[in-house]
């Protein structure tokens, strides 16, 4: 076991997935074999004191806990924000303008493919 003080607690990230594991009672073989990993992988992930949020997150999902409550930091890091959704008419100019341009770029190709094939 790892000896930590309670102030470091959360500042080492593989201990505290370790104790958040040994709580829940879910099996870490299950635990590994759902997030991705290997058995092995995960002794070493709680060894790590700097383990990245990318990691934390499959955890994370398999245990159904948000770290990033823990980790505040973890919420900033990777997460672009929402694009507001579209109404179906707005989906339907955007399909449409795609749609226009793909026409545009097949009728180009197709005008060298002719020009190519004149020389």
């Keep these: 076991m790892f000896l930590v003080k309670n ?18 009672g879910i099996k870490i073989k299950v635990l590994t074999k759902s997030a991705g990993f290997d058995r092995s992988t995960f002794y070493n992930h709680i060894k790590q004191p ?21 980790f505040p930091e973890m919420k900033t890091e990777g997460k672009q924000p929402a694009q507001a959704a579209m109404s179906y008419e707005e989906l339907e100019k955007d399909r449409d303008s795609w749609k226009e341009k ?9 005008k060298c493919l002719q020009q190519q094939n004149k020389r």
């Design 7 to 24: 102030d470091d607690f959360k500042k080492h990230k593989g201990e505290y997935l370790n104790q958040l594991v040994r709580r829940k």
């Design 50 to 70: 700097n383990l990245s949020f990318a990691i934390l997150a499959k955890y994370g999902a398999v245990l159904n806990h948000d770290f990033a409550e823990e």
């Design 102 to 110: 793909y026409f545009q770029v097949a009728e180009l190709f197709h």
